[in-house]
């Protein structure tokens, strides 16, 4: 019998537990996708999408969308909130946003849109290229546009234009000098908006993000501003435009009990405004809805601890608690959750290339004249570990010879060859040592990062600062899965680096049982089979936050759609292509047309004066054009 079995990679990669219902293994070893819950049958494996971007001629990295999985979510979250809001007997609607700060791509604000027109979800957009696509593509009637961000004349111009476009709009006063402003527009275009103000919460939220309330946040008004700005409205016959509270306490919130804090403080202010005659009618409780990233369900930073259900369920009985207990009417409901929309919908897929060993290989490199005698000790070791019971003993003498061997090499007393011998056997026992010790009782401390010390690297065809950059900035855990082979037993304990030339450039913090790995488990490459492995959970920021680092740019996209009648499940609807280098140049004030001329001039050159046949000369100008039409990332096939 085999000595592992799906069970155990499921227990290693926890798909389960992240992967919110739509990613699976498969019994065939393989990571299977599935878009619809209420469709058992209905079941993609990702072997296949590989295997039809092959056909496709499509180059790896490649970025994957299951925009099933993405209209999936929009749905879940409007119909949580739709049957809670029924079963509470709360006594107003909830009207939705998409923030497109989250993920800008057309093709995913299209999809939110069209999946979004049952339940008339609607966009937030917190720039003027934003609001710019948000007039353009958020067609949903009824639905409503909030503006959040700072705010110039422009940007509020371009939001009246809105309102005269028949669009839902409501500005949203980020500080208390904006009102002057909107004041001022209205009555210069003789249109009356509709205001928002954006509470400074004294709740903090819990987790990486817990700096977006409290006193030192960068948005919003105290309470103090919020009584001014009323006094204000009302002073300039304009109280009846303020329709919206709003506030934001973090993104990826951890801790359900600081959404319990934030809804209990906003219903507090949402009452005594409607106290004070100012006739609210919705309450944004913004972003935050988090993502369990590391399937731990906790409060760590990469986590948390609460369904969407339960989320829902404080927002909605939280708020109509203390609405009824005040006699205030319920407001209508509106939330800016964006990473729980996005982010399972989207993953990176990427080849392994090849692999990293810390000794770099074994060398027995042939000496002249007598061997010294540190080489012949640590050789002596290695040949003879069996007699060596303790594992202390053994790390250290094998340690010793090789520093020893180091200092000598300076003195010129080893040579280099020998040098190289001395490491390799050095390597060779150290992981030997950690064979032995994967069944030992007690791992003395020196031994305890044996496993670290001696990790792969497996380097993949991507970058980390394209495609992942929060494993980066601020180490945020994205899973990691190889597609193919998890019903054998992967023997590889590695990290992932990248193909960019900053030492930066890697992944050493993986899921764990109880705090993050810095290494994974992957399967031993093979010469004759392509082995790739997803970074999964990057549809939220990590598509669009990506940059020119090296000169990478933007992957190659294909989008998938589940199809039932299909005999694998699914077909690619659109493929999106990458960065070209010629296009990445050009962003970067080159001109590639130009350096094309000036290669050709030098090459022309060289052929004048006969150092290249004219033919061959040819051909490596056209090399050039070639590469500059070309990909960005390694061509492996």
Known sequence: MSDWNIEQAEELYRVKRWGGGYFQIGDNGNLHITPNEDDEHLRIDFKSVIEEIQRENIQFPVVVRFHDILRAQVAALNDIFNKTIQAAGYESPYMGVYPIKVNQMREVVEEIVDAGQPYQFGLEAGSKAELLAVLAYNTNENALTILNGYKDDEFLKLAFMGMLMGRNIIIVVEKFSELAAITRLSRELGIRPTIGLRAKMSVKGRGKWEGSSGDRAKFGLSISEIVAAVAYLKKEDMLDTLKLLHFHIGSQLTDIRSIKEAITEAARIYTELHHMDVKLEYVDVGGGLGIDYDGSKSTSDSSKNYSMKEYVGDIVYGMQEIC????????????????????HHSCVVMEIVSEIKPNGGNVNA????????????????????????????????????????????????????????????YWNIMDTLRQRLKTAQFIPEDLQDLEKLL???????????????????????????????????????????????????????????????????????????????????????????????????????????????????????????????????????????????????????????????????????????????????????
């Open 324 to 343: 009824d207990q005040e006699q205030v009417p319920h407001p209508i409901l509106v939330s800016e959750s964006g990473r729980a929309l996005t982010a």
């Open 455 to 637: 990790a792969s690297q497996y380097l993949g065809n991507f970058s980390v600062f394209q495609s992942a950059a929060d494993t980066w900035a601020i180490d945020q855990g994205l899973p990691v899965v190889p597609i193919t082979r998890m019903h054998e037993k992967p023997t590889v304990t590695c990290s992932l680096v990248d193909i960019t030339c900053d030492s930066d450039g890697k992944i050493d913090h993986f899921v764990g049982e109880s705090s993050p790995n810095t290494t994974i488990a992957l399967h031993e490459l093979k010469e004759d089979e392509k082995y790739y492995v997803g970074l999964f959970l990057t549809g939220a920021y990590q598509d669009v936050m990506g940059d020119m680092h090296n000169l990478f740019g933007r992957l190659n996209e294909v989008h998938i759609f589940s199809y039932d009648d299909d005999p694998e499940d699914f077909y690619i609807e659109e493929i999106v292509r990458g960065s070209s280098v010629e296009s990445v140049l050009d962003i970067m004030q080159y001109n590639p047309k130009s350096m094309a001329k000036d290669v050709k001039k030098v090459i022309d050159k060289q052929i004048s004066a006969g150092k290249l046949n004219p033919r061959e000369g040819v051909r490596w100008i056209d090399f050039y054009d070639d590469c500059l039409a070309g990909y960005t990332y390694l061509k492996t096939s």
């Open 366 to 425: 042939p000496i002249d004249g007598e061997e010294h005698f540190i080489l012949t000790n640590i050789r002596e070791l290695a040949d003879n570990l069996e007699a060596y019971p303790n594992p202390q003993e053994i790390y250290n003498d094998a340690t010793d010879w090789k520093e020893q061997a180091q200092n000598a090499f300076k003195l010129r007393v080893l040579s280099l060859e020998q040098l190289a011998t001395v490491e390799s056997l």
